[in-house]
Nanobody
Framework: QVQLVESGGGLVQAGDSLRLSCVAS????????MGWFRQAPGKEREFVAS????????YYADSVKGRCTISRDNAKNTVYLQMNSLKPEDTADYYC????????????????????WGQGTQVTVSS
Protein backbone atom coordinates (compact mmCIF):
# COMPACT_ATOMS: atom_id res chain seq x y z
CA GLN A 1 0.00 0.00 0.00
CA VAL A 2 0.98 3.60 -0.59
CA GLN A 3 -0.34 6.29 1.71
CA LEU A 4 -0.64 9.82 0.35
CA VAL A 5 -1.07 13.04 2.30
CA GLU A 6 -1.75 16.28 0.48
CA SER A 7 -1.21 19.79 1.80
CA GLY A 8 -0.96 23.35 0.56
CA GLY A 9 -4.55 24.11 -0.25
CA GLY A 10 -6.34 27.20 0.98
CA LEU A 11 -8.39 30.25 0.17
CA VAL A 12 -6.78 32.63 -2.30
CA GLN A 13 -7.79 35.37 -4.67
CA ALA A 14 -7.92 35.13 -8.43
CA GLY A 15 -4.45 35.63 -9.86
CA ASP A 16 -2.68 34.23 -6.81
CA SER A 17 -0.46 31.16 -6.70
CA LEU A 18 -0.44 28.01 -4.60
CA ARG A 19 1.87 25.05 -4.35
CA LEU A 20 0.30 21.75 -3.43
CA SER A 21 2.41 18.98 -1.95
CA CYS A 22 1.78 15.27 -1.63
CA VAL A 23 3.98 13.11 0.56
CA ALA A 24 3.95 9.38 -0.05
CA SER A 25 4.73 6.68 2.47
CA UNK A 26 4.61 2.92 2.49
CA UNK A 27 5.91 1.38 -0.70
CA UNK A 28 8.44 3.23 -2.76
CA UNK A 29 7.09 5.70 -5.28
CA UNK A 30 10.40 6.24 -7.03
CA UNK A 31 9.35 4.09 -9.98
CA UNK A 32 5.71 5.08 -10.04
CA UNK A 33 3.91 7.74 -12.04
CA MET A 34 2.44 10.47 -9.87
CA GLY A 35 -0.09 13.18 -10.48
CA TRP A 36 -3.09 15.23 -9.49
CA PHE A 37 -6.83 15.20 -10.06
CA ARG A 38 -9.48 17.59 -8.83
CA GLN A 39 -13.18 17.56 -8.12
CA ALA A 40 -15.25 20.71 -8.05
CA PRO A 41 -18.56 20.85 -6.16
CA GLY A 42 -21.24 19.06 -8.12
CA LYS A 43 -18.84 17.86 -10.79
CA GLU A 44 -16.97 14.67 -11.59
CA ARG A 45 -13.35 14.25 -10.69
CA GLU A 46 -11.05 15.34 -13.50
CA PHE A 47 -7.42 14.90 -14.40
CA VAL A 48 -5.12 17.85 -13.78
CA ALA A 49 -1.54 16.72 -14.35
CA SER A 50 0.78 13.74 -14.18
CA UNK A 51 4.47 13.01 -14.25
CA UNK A 52 5.87 9.83 -15.75
CA UNK A 53 7.65 7.34 -13.54
CA UNK A 54 10.96 8.31 -15.10
CA UNK A 55 10.16 11.95 -14.43
CA UNK A 56 10.95 12.81 -18.01
CA UNK A 57 7.48 13.68 -19.29
CA UNK A 58 4.51 15.60 -18.00
CA TYR A 59 0.87 15.72 -19.00
CA TYR A 60 -1.58 18.52 -18.28
CA ALA A 61 -5.26 19.13 -18.73
CA ASP A 62 -5.94 21.86 -21.25
CA SER A 63 -7.63 23.89 -18.53
CA VAL A 64 -4.39 24.25 -16.53
CA LYS A 65 -1.75 24.06 -19.24
CA GLY A 66 0.60 27.02 -19.03
CA ARG A 67 -0.49 27.83 -15.47
CA CYS A 68 0.50 24.71 -13.58
CA THR A 69 3.74 22.80 -13.19
CA ILE A 70 4.05 19.31 -11.75
CA SER A 71 7.33 18.14 -10.26
CA ARG A 72 8.63 15.48 -7.91
CA ASP A 73 11.38 15.02 -5.37
CA ASN A 74 12.12 11.32 -5.11
CA ALA A 75 14.37 11.83 -2.11
CA LYS A 76 11.38 13.21 -0.24
CA ASN A 77 8.79 10.90 -1.82
CA THR A 78 6.89 14.04 -2.71
CA VAL A 79 5.07 15.36 -5.75
CA TYR A 80 4.21 19.02 -6.14
CA LEU A 81 1.72 21.02 -8.15
CA GLN A 82 2.61 24.66 -8.61
CA MET A 83 -0.47 26.59 -9.64
CA ASN A 84 -0.20 30.15 -10.90
CA SER A 85 -2.73 32.68 -12.14
CA LEU A 86 -5.47 30.87 -10.28
CA LYS A 87 -9.04 31.33 -11.45
CA PRO A 88 -12.34 30.84 -9.63
CA GLU A 89 -12.96 27.79 -11.82
CA ASP A 90 -9.90 26.17 -10.25
CA THR A 91 -11.87 25.87 -7.02
CA ALA A 92 -11.98 22.18 -6.13
CA ASP A 93 -10.67 19.45 -3.90
CA TYR A 94 -7.30 18.38 -5.25
CA TYR A 95 -6.25 14.75 -4.97
CA CYS A 96 -2.84 13.25 -5.32
CA UNK A 97 -2.72 9.97 -7.24
CA UNK A 98 0.08 7.43 -7.63
CA UNK A 99 0.09 4.51 -10.04
CA UNK A 100 -0.37 1.13 -8.42
CA UNK A 101 1.85 -0.57 -10.95
CA UNK A 102 5.54 0.13 -11.15
CA UNK A 103 6.94 1.48 -14.41
CA UNK A 104 3.46 2.40 -15.62
CA UNK A 105 2.56 5.91 -16.67
CA UNK A 106 -0.89 7.43 -16.71
CA UNK A 107 -2.68 10.48 -18.01
CA UNK A 108 -6.27 11.61 -18.14
CA UNK A 109 -7.82 8.24 -18.96
CA UNK A 110 -6.40 6.31 -16.02
CA UNK A 111 -9.01 4.08 -14.34
CA UNK A 112 -9.62 5.05 -10.75
CA UNK A 113 -8.71 1.59 -9.53
CA UNK A 114 -5.28 1.76 -11.11
CA UNK A 115 -4.21 4.52 -8.71
CA UNK A 116 -3.59 5.09 -5.03
CA TRP A 117 -5.44 8.17 -3.81
CA GLY A 118 -4.90 10.74 -1.13
CA GLN A 119 -7.64 12.34 0.96
CA GLY A 120 -7.48 15.66 -0.86
CA THR A 121 -6.74 19.26 -0.10
CA GLN A 122 -9.24 22.03 -0.73
CA VAL A 123 -8.47 24.97 -2.97
CA THR A 124 -10.86 27.91 -3.09
CA VAL A 125 -10.26 30.81 -5.44
CA SER A 126 -12.32 33.93 -4.90
CA SER A 127 -12.99 36.43 -7.68
Amino acid sequence: QVQLVESGGGLVQAGDSLRLSCVASGRTVTNRAMGWFRQAPGKEREFVASLTWRGSNTYYADSVKGRCTISRDNAKNTVYLQMNSLKPEDTADYYCAVARLLYTDYASSAPSGSLYWGQGTQVTVSS
